[in-house]
């Protein structure tokens, strides 16, 4: 995937080009953001255009505007994604360019060394060896300190590319090292357009789009076009809760809380239909819905609440949220956040029909 196939970005990608161009190559570069949301695409991207066979001119500190439509595939400004190099790379048969993810839990000694053993030999075949370090995160600390001593000092024509969503977790030491690239998570419309140009119907773009976090990945997943029938059991299955009472939603706090990463989808899901009653209340029509396809029921429903209710029960949920990704205890923030939508919402106010 050369650096024009990947989604948004713009202003991490103009910073790699730029260093194309001047040839001004740091030795190791740090991907940080959001997973999901480019960061690996570009890596790849990067690779690729240092090692594409049909860019494999010295780069000039002024390079001239291309004269067709053909003629960046001739600059070292991007890959061509089509030469032998790029296609390898994008199948991951490069001899020269190699993704080291994860063994299990943690990115391990053994695989630092490897990496070591390899980085000070010369390239096989192409300008640039390349070792892309996905969740880097999650080195041991011995595998951290082994990637260390392997950047102070650099082979030649050898970069390091770390991707991570965690600095913090990352000794400062190795990020000092590190040319930083800061990748953001993608605006929704830019998501939203990308589904619909493969074919997917507006509302459900919309919807999907609205629940990716951001993440191109995430909205392109096999399981999303689960995610509208996922939704209307969740609402209902709140809606049924707050009518049971509270030892009915401590029972399902403790349910939804026991996948971290399936609990903060449905914390979304249940944002994104208050944040759509938020906009009929206040705005009185049903455009701009994320959930479109239930605007009907929606419109009903905000005749029966506040504002301010509403309003209360975003902020609920979005506290929710903060703490989670904070590292509290999911089944006790979910019970807090339950109880407290119970004082402010109707039970019928989160079905989905009309």
Known sequence: MPFHDVVGQTRAIGFLQRALATGRIAHAYLFSGPAGVGNCAAALAFAQALNCEEAAQPPTPNPQPPESPHALRLTPHDACGACRSCRNIAAGQH????????DGAFIKIEQIRTLEADAALVP?????????LDSAERMTEQAANALLKTLEEPAKDTVFILLTSAVAALLPTIVSRCQSVTFTPLPHGEIETVLRRQGME?????????????????ALSPEVASLPATRDRLLEGIGRGLGEGPAALVELAEKLAKDRDTLQQQLEILSAWLRDLMVVKASGHTRWLVND??????????????????LDGLRAVHAAMENITRNANPRLSMEDLLLRLRELLPSTLLSVSV
């Open 202 to 218: 507006p509302s459900q773009a919309r919807l999907i789009a609205s629940l990716s976090r951001g993440s191109i990945d995430r």
């Open 95 to 102: 001899p020269d360019v190699q993704v080291i993810e994860p």
């Open 293 to 310: 396809d239930r605007g009907e029921a929606i419109a009903g429903q905000a005749k029966s609440i506040s504002l301010n209710a509403v």
């Open 124 to 132: 096989y075949e192409a300008p640039w060896k390349v070792f892309i």
